[in-house]
């Protein structure tokens, strides 16, 4: 199973909207198949394996790290190709709520095949935790990127931020981007660092998807000639309902209108948008004011956050823009998921102490 993850983990930038899944199809300890879903609309993991195994595939254990399908997609359920090449056993790491109702596992059962789950189940949530998240709960697994000076600063008074990490940090950031679903900024940061919000890697695998870019810009202030809208990757302008452009600045991408929630758009409309449209992980890259109101409305599901050996004073910008405490005991606490130095910088993957 850990190599079937090992598998999986290829497509984490091809996949989408589809789950990373991976494959492997073994008598006793040989391995005689192994397979990973590549991309949408192409074959499933099990598919993959089974055809590498052949013959050898009957009377074999297949080790799967999501259930496999049992509904009639784009292509036939991988419940009926395992039962058809007479594989023995079926070992699954998680359960797949978006198969309920195609009843994949009772019909391997119902044929005779031995089925087991949950070996391995935490590191294959873990691995899909975007597509569990939009599949569960009906919003995708909301990712700020952050970067902050050692006294907790983001951008100097005047606002100029580059850089505070180092180059290192900066390659980081792509590879998070790339296994990203959406990249999501608001207007303001549009105006303020006139983001490209696009992936840019010398390796990046064949087939990769470009995220959509998703800007916030309630009244259309975006302006001509900005990176987001120069049409070089797929992007959704989100503005206040009312709200119109009075000229082609938006000719190149899809703006859609939502109702407006206090000072700025319904944040909670924005992420059942992304999450309808297929969005699994989406990654925040914008200001204090933004990323502070999805934190404070407890849309944050983790936190990446660089932080540089650099100091930026009193007068610069703070990390997040948060309501006041008056107590200390209502300070938010997060824990640490993940921590290493990339380059000069350290990461930190946090996530609320709850969860």
């Known amino acids: 199973m850990a190599h079937a993850l090992r598998l999986a983990a290829h497509g984490l930038a091809t996949t989408q909207p589809n789950p990373r899944v991976g494959c492997v199809i073994a008598r006793g300890d040989t391995i005689v198949g192994e397979g990973w879903h590549r991309r ?19 009377g074999a254990t297949a080790y799967v790290t999501l259930e496999p399908c049992g509904l009639y997609g784009r292509t036939p ?13 079926v070992v699954v790491a998680s359960e797949d709520a978006s198969q309920r109702g195609g ?4 019909r391997l059962r119902a044929a005779g095949v031995a089925v087991e789950t949950g070996l391995m189940r935490d590191a294959a949530r873990e691995l899909n935790r975007g597509f569990f998240a939009r599949v569960e709960r009906r919003r995708p697994w909301l990712r700020l990127k952050l970067a902050m000076s050692l006294d907790g600063r983001t ?20 590879r998070w981007r790339a296994r990203s679903s959406a990249l999501l900024t608001g207007s303001g940061t549009v105006l303020a660092d006139d983001p490209r919000l696009t992936v840019r890697l010398d390796d990046a695998p064949v087939g990769a998807v470009a995220p959509l870019r998703v800007v916030l810009d309630s009244t259309l202030r975006t302006p001509r000639g900005a990176h987001v809208l120069d049409g070089s990757a797929p992007t959704l302008v989100l503005h206040a309902a009312g709200a119109h452009a009075r000229d082609d600045r938006f000719a190149a991408v899809e703006r859609v209108a939502l109702d407006r929630d206090g000072d700025g758009l319904d944040r909670g409309a924005v992420l059942a948008l992304l999450a309808a449209r297929g969005m699994n992980e989406v990654q925040v890259e914008a200001g204090p004011t933004l990323c502070g109101a999805l934190f404070a409305a407890g849309f944050v599901d983790e936190m990446l956050l ?14 997040l823009a948060l309501p006041a405490l008056a ?19 350290m990461r930190l993957l946090l996530r609320p102490a709850d969860a």
């Open 155 to 174: 951008a100097l008074a005047s606002g100029e931020s580059k850089w505070i990490t180092g180059d290192a940090a900066r390659a980081d950031v792509q």
């Open 77 to 89: 359920p991988c419940a009926d190709a395992l039962i058809d090449a007479g594989v023995a056993r």
């Open 306 to 319: 660089y932080v540089a050996p650099v100091l930026l004073g009193d007068d610069a910008r703070a990390l």
């Open 327 to 345: 107590r200390m005991c209502d300070r938010a606490r997060l824990r640490v998921h993940e921590q290493r130095m990339v380059g000069d910088d």
């Open 40 to 58: 949408e609309r192409e074959p499933h993991a099990e598919v993959l394996a089974l055809e590498a195994a052949g013959a050898e595939a009957r």
């Open 103 to 106: 009843g994949a596992l009772e």
